[in-house]
């Protein structure tokens, strides 16, 4: 599967963006989406994802300040992220994985392009 995201851009800290990450084709029962962030000098971290159809993960730096869920509208998901920190400037891809019966599997091997959000502070 094919993924694009869009919605980065530059904000103040307190500010909010949305991020899509739109898929060439029908995801919701056959892919588990997750978005990745790559700040400079550091590794890449999962910082959310959709697994089986519904079920949300975020990780312990962006709880309680982002919501990700898949979009129909364009077979993907999006990431609202509200009172973005400096820390949370990098770029942002999402990824995609198998699923098969609610079940994800395997590794992420599908991946978009990213786009980057900066905060500043």
């Known amino acids: 599967v094919q993924l694009a995201e869009s919605g980065g851009g530059s904000v103040q800290a307190g500010g909010s963006l949305r991020l899509s990450c739109a898929a060439s084709?029908?995801?919701?029962?056959?892919?588990?989406l997750a978005w990745f962030r790559q700040a400079p000098g550091k590794e890449r971290e999962e910082v959310a994802r959709v697994e089986g159809y519904d079920t949300v993960w975020y990780s312990d730096s962006v709880k309680g300040r982002v919501t990700v869920a898949r979009d129909s509208t364009i077979n993907g998901m999006y990431i609202q992220m509200n009172n973005l920190k400096p820390e949370d400037t990098g770029n942002y891809s999402c990824?995609?994985?198998?699923?098969?019966?609610?079940?994800?599997?395997?590794?992420?091997?599908?991946w978009g392009q990213g786009t980057q959000v900066t905060v500043s502070s």
């Open positions: 084709k029908y995801t919701y029962t056959s892919y588990c």
């Open positions: 990824a995609a994985r198998p699923m098969s019966g609610g079940v994800c599997y395997g590794d992420y091997n599908d």
